[in-house]
């Protein structure tokens, strides 16, 4: 795996193995973009971030502070990238001062924040004095570029999937990406379509950051990237990453994924053990099989399985938790991250066109 840009230190002080933590899970997992080297957060320190996150080694360590980090690995890396995604999107200040640090030493920064660090008068001088590049993944593309719907989504003939979520911050991406690899090792083409910034940090070829677009072009960028996969790679498979879930009250990704990508059918990503959606406090979750519901009505299409997400479950837990889904719903349901995606591609095989 050649990395498309360079080595990478990962930040994700305060949050590394929390929901707040999920652009640094997944460039531990999985990136094309970079080599990571090692990632900062002071409550793992001194160990290995994929044991942290799977119970799988990665060789990655995670090192307490930006200094530790440049101390053992910064004459390697090139990169500094935020790996954490508090609410809201903003940097606090101890982070800021940590950006700064590793400007001071050369490298590059990558955020994919809605805080863009390029426009901070202080980190852009010390980036310009140090010869650095810093990348805000979230900035808005100029409407130049920008694509309205048009229809030519109904050209793609094949597969399409899409990756729902009865939350944010649920697992939506990795499972995508855990299904690409999967059909791809079957020998099949399968494509992923990204719609966060973590997914474009990871190398997705086809991607847009949906929460960074001007409403009125949502749909159309949606539309593009599916159609863009379609016709330069020719799949067997397109698999698009969901954002927020129908239901949750601040990131109603959903409706434009459904609307505009037009999925033949949807995985839904669930979490037996989330009782509130994330990061709103007395706001229950909606029950599974009205999830269910609502996304069958909004688009006409079937959720053809369920994906679980173990967070606060014991790994015995898993295959009871499984076992429930199914007998609440019909659906067949996997840990993919857990027991890979055999079982799941397998269901979906049967759906290629």
């Not at 100029?142 to 399409?160: A, M, Q, T, Y």
């Not at 070829?205 to 409403?215: E, F, H, Q, R, T």
């Amino acid at each position: 795996m050649k990395p498309l840009d360079g080595n990478a230190i990962v930040y994700c002080q305060g949050a590394f193995n929390t929901p707040n933590g999920k652009t640094a899970h997944g460039l531990v997992r999985f990136t094309e973009r970079y080599q990571v080297l090692c990632v900062v957060d002071e409550k793992h320190a001194g160990q290995d971030a994929g044991e942290v996150l799977d119970g799988k080694k990665k060789n990655i360590p995670v090192f307490a502070s930006v200094e530790e980090a440049l101390e053992k690995v910064g004459n390697q890396a090139q990169y500094f990238v935020i790996g954490i995604a508090p609410d809201g999107g903003r940097l606090a200040p101890p982070a800021r001062h940590d950006v700064k640090t590793a400007i001071r030493h050369g490298l590059h920064v990558d955020s994919g924040l809605h805080d863009f660090l390029s426009t901070d008068p202080a980190i852009l001088a010390l980036a310009n004095e140090n010869g650095c590049r810093i990348r805000d993944i979230r900035k808005t593309p100029d409407r130049d570029v920008l694509h309205f719907f048009s229809g030519k989504i109904e050209e793609v003939d094949c597969l399409k999937l899409a990756v729902l979520g009865t939350d944010s911050a649920i697992g939506k991406r990795t499972t995508a990406w855990i299904i690409v690899h999967a059909f791809r090792a079957a020998g099949l083409k399968a494509e992923l379509i990204g719609t966060g910034q973590t997914a474009w940090m990871q190398g997705a070829k086809y991607s847009m950051v949906m929460d960074s677009l001007i409403n009125d072009f949502v749909s159309g960028e949606i539309e593009h990237a599916v159609h863009e996969a379609w016709k330069n790679e020719r799949p067997d498979v397109i698999v698009i990453e969901g954002q927020g879930s129908l239901m949750n009250p601040a990131y109603p990704g959903g409706f434009e994924i459904l609307a505009a990508g037009r999925p033949d059918y949807v995985i839904l990503q669930h979490a037996p053990k989330r009782v509130e959606y994330d990061g709103f406090p007395g706001y229950p979750l909606h029950p599974l099989p009205e999830q269910i519901r609502a996304i069958e009505i909004i688009s006409g299409k079937k959720v053809i399985a369920v994906t679980v997400n173990h967070e606060d479950m014991q790994w015995e837990e898993i295959p009871a938790a499984c076992a429930k889904i199914t007998a609440e719903t019909g659906l067949p349901a996997f840990d993919v991250l857990v027991d890979g995606a055999d079982g799941l591609v397998k269901v979906l095989k049967e759906k290629l066109k």
